[in-house]
């Protein structure tokens, strides 16, 4: 599912449940088993409750594969689950380079397919054979909870993991427009998926996924700071900065350190990594405020 800076709340209000999974921190949100709840009310009986459960484990697999993939570049990283989605916070110690961070993205869906492409294997099954698939409840639930849905989420468009993998990419041709580009692209290709999706029989299963996926964007693109807003006066960079630094202020570190990353990746200055420094030094990561030190003097001397 989507690779997110999620914040990671303390209100233990706000979860159903919460534990501890090879050394990353899962919180289970209400959203998440009202969501389940809802699967097996759609498909009913048998099929219901393997549809059900093979969305938990294999969503909680590819949220571990972001998570372990996260973990492997020195960051902090913790798994949210929520209605219709997973999510994989992270938190980077230091700058990552784009082919770290496309790493991260694409290691949930290859980590959930090849669960998915072994077990059936295991279960006797060809995951490439219309008969096998369809052999039992099981068989079905797993090959489209686990090879299915991770191959959906290869696709390139925003949110899902391709749009990340391609974005990473598009930062190294256009730096500053890479975003922009990929936002609209996204909701072009998902909008000819969804007319695609009513006006063909055969694409008739992907209507809701389609659906979801363009409401998801128009929120994101409904969502992106804009010279005509309330705080126009104020550059994006002021503002992440604005956010911060109030964040700081009330002992928010991990939250601000964490907003910081995500807006560097997008726009690479000096005044955020070194926000980002002081928030690590206050949460006593010396090794990470001191890399992301050296970021603030490397993108002080590109600006010049």
Known sequence: MPLGFKQMTKDHGSHFRSFTLLGFRVEIRPGFIIFLGLVVFIYGGSLGLWAAGTLAIFTLIHELGHALAARATGAHAEISLDFLAGYASYLPSRPLARWERAGIAAAGPLAQGLVGTVTMFLLGANPLSRSDILHSDATLSIWWAGIVLALVNLIPVIPLDGGAIVS???????????????????????????????????????????????????????????????????????????????????????????????????????????KISQSLTALGDHDGAQAWMRAAEQASLSQK
Do not use: C
């Open 168 to 274: 990473a990419a598009l930062e190294k041709i256009a730096p500053h427009r890479g975003a922009s580009f990929m936002m609209w692209f996204s909701i072009a290709l998902t909008s000819a998926g969804l007319v695609a999706a009513v006006t063909l029989e055969t694409a008739r299963s992907f209507l809701p996924l389609a659906a979801i996926l363009l409401l998801m964007q128009l929120q994101i693109f409904g969502s992106r700071p804009r010279s005509s807003d309330s705080m126009s006066s104020l550059s994006q960079t002021d503002y992440i900065i604005l956010v911060m630094s109030g964040l700081q202020r009330v002992g928010n570190h991990h939250e601000a350190a964490k907003i910081g990353a995500e807006a560097f990746r997008q726009q690479p200055t000096a005044l955020i990594a070194a």
